[in-house]
C-alpha cells in the first residue's frame, strides 16, 4: 500500500495521454494566480506610495522650518519709552456705541479706571493688557492697525495722535 501511494504521488496528474486542454481546475488556478498576482501589486504600490508621501511630508516640513527660522525676525515690540507716549485716559461710562470692555482679557472697564487709547484706531484697553500685548507686538490687538511708521531710513516711530504727531523710538 505505501508504494502504490507514493507512486501516485510521484506521477504526473492527471497522466499525459488525457486530454488537458482546458480543464475547470487549472483555470481556476491561473485566475487565482493571476489575482495574487495583481492584490501583490497594488499592495506593493501602495506602500511605496505611502513612503514618498511620507518622504515629501519630511522633506516640505523641514523646507517650512528652515525658511521660518531663516525669515523669522521676530519684531520686537514697543519699549516702555514708546508705551508711556500712548496717551492714557479716564473711563467714563457713555451711551452709544463705544465698547465698554477690554478686548483682551474681556473683562469690562469701571467707571474711573485708567484706559490706553491707541492712536489712529481709538481702541481703548486696560493699561496692563495692552502694554502686555504691545511689549510683543506693535499692532492694535482689534484691528491689527500697525502703531509703527517706518521712515525712508531706519528710523521707525510711534503715533500717538490721531492728528498724525509721531513720537521717534
Excluded: Q
Excluded at 495521454?17 to 501589486?41: H, I, K, Q, W
Excluded at 531706519?154 to 521717534?168: C, S
Aim: net charge positive.
Amino acid at each position: 500500500m505505501v508504494s502504490l501511494t507514493r507512486r501516485l504521488l510521484l506521477t504526473d496528474y492527471p497522466p499525459s495521454g488525457e486530454n488537458t486542454e482546458s480543464s475547470p481546475r487549472s483555470e481556476e488556478t491561473d485566475f487565482d494566480a493571476n489575482m495574487v498576482l495583481v492584490l501583490a501589486a497594488l499592495l506593493c504600490a501602495l506602500v511605496v506610495a505611502l513612503v514618498l508621501n511620507s518622504v515629501i511630508h519630511v522633506f516640505l516640513r523641514r523646507r517650512r522650518e528652515s525658511i521660518e527660522a531663516s525669515t523669522n525676525v521676530k519684531s520686537p515690540g514697543l519699549d516702555k519709552r514708546a508705551l508711556r507716549k500712548i496717551p492714557m485716559a479716564v473711563f467714563r461710562l457713555r451711551t452709544g456705541g463705544s465698547a465698554t470692555e477690554c478686548s483682551i482679557c474681556l473683562g469690562d472697564f469701571i467707571n474711573g479706571e485708567k484706559v490706553r487709547v491707541l492712536p489712529e484706531c481709538n481702541h481703548e484697553f486696560h493699561v496692563k493688557c495692552v502694554d502686555k500685548w504691545l511689549a510683543e507686538h506693535t499692532s492694535c490687538p482689534n484691528c491689527r492697525r500697525s502703531l509703527v511708521v517706518v521712515d525712508g531710513g531706519d528710523r521707525a516711530t510711534v503715533r500717538v495722535e490721531h492728528g498724525g504727531g509721531a513720537a521717534v523710538v
